[in-house]
């Protein structure tokens, strides 16, 4: 998906990730129904089996885009540079730029699990049964999902400003480059802004 982003295509992504959810969906569905049977904990089980078979069929279907549209085509005028980098500085630049978007994820999942036990021992600290402590959670998560509607929006535009970006600063474009970051802080703002006033 990356590749795609960087070369501006995101179409190819787009269906990917539709074909991911499909079929996240319907086999989750099948697997979690054909388990049942067999338990609680086989039904969940079974439920996730539609999670590596939507990723498995996503990456087939970027292989296959990646195939069909070939090699990047490079003109022979073109004044770029052949530089070979060794797996170990390969590695340690994934490392460096991967880590701090690994550690902000995982703790993103993290206050959400804390807010898990946190919030329904608070209730039932407070006088109410774990069933009704649950159910009152249960209308938090709900309206919780409204906060996460920016965030979509606002990583999805992220996600296709970022190779414009980086592309203008690898001509060198200082001016390309700024004009490109002050679009995509208004667009944020134009969507934040208003999503934290209502």
């Known amino acids: 998906r990356g590749y795609f982003q960087g070369m501006g295509n995101m179409t190819p992504t787009a269906i990917s990730q539709v074909i991911e959810q499909l079929i996240n969906v319907i086999f989750s569905l099948l697997f979690a129904a054909m388990f049942i049977k067999y338990g609680l904990e086989a039904g969940c089980a079974g ?37 070979k980098y060794s797996v170990v500085y390969l590695m340690k630049k994934i490392i460096y730029y991967g880590l701090p978007i690994t550690l902000c994820v995982g703790m993103n999942s993290a206050g959400a699990l804390i807010d898990v036990y946190n919030t329904k021992a608070r209730l039932m600290v407070a006088g109410f049964n774990e069933v009704n402590a649950t159910v009152l959670y249960g209308y938090l998560a709900k309206y919780q999902q409204f906060i996460n509607v920016p965030i979509a929006i606002i990583s999805s535009l992220s996600m296709a400003v970022l190779p414009v970006i980086a592309g203008a600063a690898a001509k060198g474009d200082k001016k390309q480059v700024k004009s490109n970051i002050n679009y995509a802080f208004r667009s944020c703002f134009l969507i934040s802004i208003p999503a934290a006033v209502g």
């Open 47 to 83: 439920g996730t089996v539609g999670t590596s078979l939507g990723a498995l069929a996503s990456a087939l279907f970027l292989m296959y885009c990646h195939k069909k549209n070939g090699a990047i085509k490079v003109k022979d005028k073109s004044n770029i540079k052949d530089e």
